[in-house]
């Protein structure tokens, strides 16, 4: 069945990624990000490709939380317009900055805070706005697999922002408990290339490219699965192992 789905942090890396999945098995899709050049040409290269997706854009720094209702409310419009509606919202926008706690730089902590767990909370206030008032819908929160288990050293903050935003989601699949037409997936995606990652490292067994990496992301969230680390293989059972490994394995994993 073909959706209209929002993706937050379109512009690039898994965000992207998704996008160009996504509308290549044939759903329309709503993209919002800071760079509007960039989305305007990753609109351009999907309906290019795929001449019968139909591809909104929109300008939105998920930290003006005032714009974040704005411009999900206009893709609804628009939708609407078009005989749509807006059947999935990924709440993907985020950031990786961080340092370990109590050496100055707590203004990379908070800008993570602020960014990823504050500017999740209200793109999931927005999303469930619309969810409410159509009587159903799709939450995909992306998470990562560092939610499992508090993390050492820059990756602090940024952990706790997503272990944050997944208890979110999982509050609200409670809460909707009983009504199959509420969804809520939470993706904890493990190292996939992008971005926001270490450009030193490569694709390999723990590091898998953006492509493979967003398909495993993709495959799940078409299945409505209601969690899932990715790649299954190895994530699957190293976030399990995460979660009970002694600290000073979890120090040596990150």
């Not at 706690?101 to 500017?119: C, D, Q």
């Not at 697999?145 to 940024?158: I, L, N």
């Not at 969690?227 to 002694?246: D, F």
């Amino acid at each position: 069945m073909t959706q209209t789905i929002l993706i937050t942090g379109a512009s690039s890396g898994l965000g992207a990624e998704m996008a160009r999945q996504f509308a290549a098995r044939g759903h329309h899709l709503a993209l919002c990000a800071r760079r509007t050049e960039r989305l305007e040409e990753l609109r351009d290269e999907i309906t290019a490709a795929i001449p019968g997706c139909r591809v909104a854009v929109r300008a939105l720094d998920v930290n003006d939380h005032d714009a974040v209702f704005e411009v999900f409310r206009s893709f609804r419009d628009e939708a609407a317009a078009d005989g749509r509606r807006i059947d999935r919202v990924v709440v993907n926008a985020g950031i990786g900055k961080g340092a370990p706690l109590g050496t100055g730089k707590f203004h990379a902590n908070k800008e993570t805070a602020m960014t990823n767990f504050v500017a999740g909370l209200a793109q999931t206030e927005a999303a469930m706005e619309l969810f409410r008032a159509q009587d159903g819908g799709h939450l995909v929160m992306i998470s990562s697999v560092s939610a499992k288990r508090g993390m050492p050293k820059a990756m602090t903050a940024y952990a706790a922002t997503k272990a944050g935003v997944a208890h979110l989601a999982e509050g609200v699949r409670t809460e909707l408990h009983g009504k199959p037409q509420f969804k809520v997936s939470v993706i904890y995606p493990g190292f996939i290339l992008s971005e926001m990652s270490d450009p030193s490292r490569k694709p390999g067994l723990l590091m898998a490219s953006t492509e493979k990496g967003v398909r495993a992301i993709v495959d799940a969230v078409e299945k409505e699965k209601k969690q899932a680390a990715v790649p299954g293989w190895p994530w699957t059972p190293l976030s399990t192992v995460l979660k009970v490994a002694p600290l000073g394995v979890v120090k040596k994993m990150v």
